[in-house]
């Protein structure tokens, strides 16, 4: 998964993110944490998010594992159920914009989620990452930064 990120993201936007990276963090054990928010679909119309957490989790285990990738750093997920409803994903929102520890990424899950997140993120300079591929609110959107690879929008 490190190999794929490394490889689908563009120059800038990997410089931009580790300046934001770098200036959010903070020390842990030696090693600062950079915080990722994400909303996940546990429950409700499309459950998805049971088989995304794990997936999320274990790409952020391996990149934290690994002593190429930011080395000074510890990926920690934070995570909420957006039960696939844009009116419960609001509120969730601005709890993750809003209460420390400051996030750097947003992962949503479903559809109707994902466009709420991709105009709300712009608002932050947040980066917005989709692990389902294309979607209505950030394809072809000039106000999202978004790069669409295989299987994943960044």
């Given at each position: ?11 800038f936007s990997l410089t931009l993110t580790l300046t934001v ?36 989790q274990m790409a952020l285990d391996l990149v934290n594992s ?52 991709a105009e709300a993120a712009r608002m932050w300079n947040l ?28």
């Amino acid at each position: 998964m490190a190999w794929l990120l490394r490889r689908t993201l563009p120059r800038f936007s990997l410089t931009l993110t580790l300046t934001v990276l770098l200036s959010c963090s903070r020390p842990v054990l030696g090693k600062k944490k950079l915080y990722i928010g994400a909303l996940f679909p546990m429950s409700g119309g499309w459950p998805g998010g049971q088989a995304c957490l794990p997936a999320a989790q274990m790409a952020l285990d391996l990149v934290n594992s690994r002593t190429d990738i930011l080395p000074d750093y510890e990926l920690e997920l934070i995570h909420y159920d957006s039960m696939c409803d844009p009116g419960e994903a609001t509120k969730l929102l601005y709890d993750l914009l809003y209460t420390e520890p400051i996030k750097i990424v947003l992962m949503p899950g479903c559809s109707s989620v994902s466009t709420l997140v991709a105009e709300a993120a712009r608002m932050w300079n947040l980066i917005v990452a989709q692990p389902f591929g294309e979607d209505a609110g950030v394809k072809g959107n000039k106000r999202v930064h978004s790069v669409k690879t295989s299987s994943w929008t960044v």
